[in-house]
């Protein structure tokens, strides 16, 4: 199973310009990786950045509207409900 996210703002990395992420579900090597940074966050993006296979230093360029969207869209992968929605649902 894979999600793909299109960047409202593309990032661009050593001549790379990522305009489109796609994530794969997270493998135990990824859950590793993360160990080797400090920090909630730096550890969410080092995971994301890994299973998405865009290199860390990129990962962080991607502007916080972009990002919140991606977390809502590929919380399936990560073993999370997709987000509730808001108002009645009956």
Do not use: C, W
């Not at 579900?25 to 993360?34: E, I, N, Q, S």
């Amino acid at each position: 199973m894979t999600v793909t996210h299109t960047l409202k703002t593309p990032v661009s990395h050593n001549g790379v310009t990522y305009e489109e992420l796609t994530f794969r579900k997270p493998r135990t090597g990824d859950l590793v990786l993360m160990d080797e940074f400090k920090g909630e966050m730096a550890k969410t993006l080092a995971l994301l950045a890994s299973i998405s296979d865009v290199p860390y230093p990129a990962f962080k360029m991607i502007e916080l509207d972009d990002f919140q969207e991606l977390q809502l869209k590929i919380a399936p992968l990560m073993g999370n409900s997709p987000a509730a929605t808001v108002g009645p649902t009956s």
